[in-house]
T-cell receptor, first 114, second 115 residues
Framework: GEDVEQSLFLSVREGDSSVINCTYTDSSSTYLYWYKQEPGAGLQLLTYIFSNMDMKQDQRLTVLLNKKDKHLSLRIADTQTGDSAIYFCAEITPGYSSASKIIFGSGTRLSIRP | DVKVTQSSRYLVKRTGEKVFLECVQDMDHENMFWYRQDPGLGLRLIYFSYDVKMKEKGDIPEGYSVSREKKERFSLILESASTNQTSMYLC??????????????FGQGTRLTVV
């Protein structure tokens, strides 16, 4: 079945780059997403990448996709205290009905050291 | 401003009670989802629905049922609450079909404690 895996914790110094990694198993995934969850809040979409792309850049965020290894990463440049959150990798898998479902990883808790 | 609203932020229920968690979205989305979030396990899909009166089991449907009588409302029902259902429950909605711009919008979550 589908599976999305992430490490649970990451700690970086303020101003450094953060790199959050994710692996997935379903090669038929069409879109891959990064969601951010701040304390006490629901999830919000940060960015996404089509499965036929290798890289996407959006301001401080860079998403890299290695389809061969089924590896996705999110790089946050110049990490700030406001980036402290849980980051979820997610993939869309073709549904066995007319709907598709989103599969989430376990989430990586990013903490920032002064 | 798009909105997914869950009826309660916090709930405390007794073992064996029937529990209803309500979710309403105002975006005319076809898809609606219920997840539970537990530390170290991420989000696990309980049920989803792609149309009124349609439902599909997710990965952990046991002990739960759902109802979608109207497009904007998706209810999660715990038939007989148990302590292992203590968790954060997240509702989400999205357009169908899924595409790059069809992100899932999430509610704030309901933290349910079963005692």
């Amino acid at each position: 079945g589908e599976d999305v895996e992430q490490s649970l914790f990451l700690s970086v110094r303020e101003g450094d780059s953060s790199v959050i990694n994710c692996t997935y198993t379903d090669s038929s995934s069409t879109y891959l997403y990064w969601y951010k969850q701040e304390p006490g809040a629901g999830l919000q979409l940060l960015t996404y990448i089509f499965s036929n792309m290798d890289m996407k850049q959006d301001q401080r965020l860079t998403v890299l996709l290695n389809k061969k290894d089924k590896h996705l990463s999110l790089r946050i440049a110049d990490t700030q205290t406001g980036d402290s959150a849980i980051y979820f990798c997610a993939e869309i898998t073709p549904g066995y009905s007319s709907a598709s479902k989103i599969i989430f990883g376990s989430g990586t808790r990013l903490s920032i050291r002064p | 401003d798009v909105k997914v609203t869950q009826s309660s932020r916090y709930l405390v229920k007794r073992t064996g009670e029937k529990v209803f968690l309500e979710c309403v979205q105002d975006m005319d989305h076809e898809n609606m989802f219920w997840y539970r979030q537990d530390p170290g396990l991420g989000l696990r899909l309980i049920y989803f629905s792609y149309d009124v009166k349609m439902k599909e089991k997710g990965d952990i449907p046991e002990g739960y049922s759902v109802s979608r009588e109207k497009k904007e409302r998706f209810s999660l029902i715990l038939e007989s609450a148990s302590t292992n259902q203590t968790s954060m429950y997240l509702c989400a909605s999205s357009f169908f079909p899924q595409g790059a711009n069809t992100e899932a919008f999430f509610g704030q979550g309901t933290r349910l404690t079963v005692v």
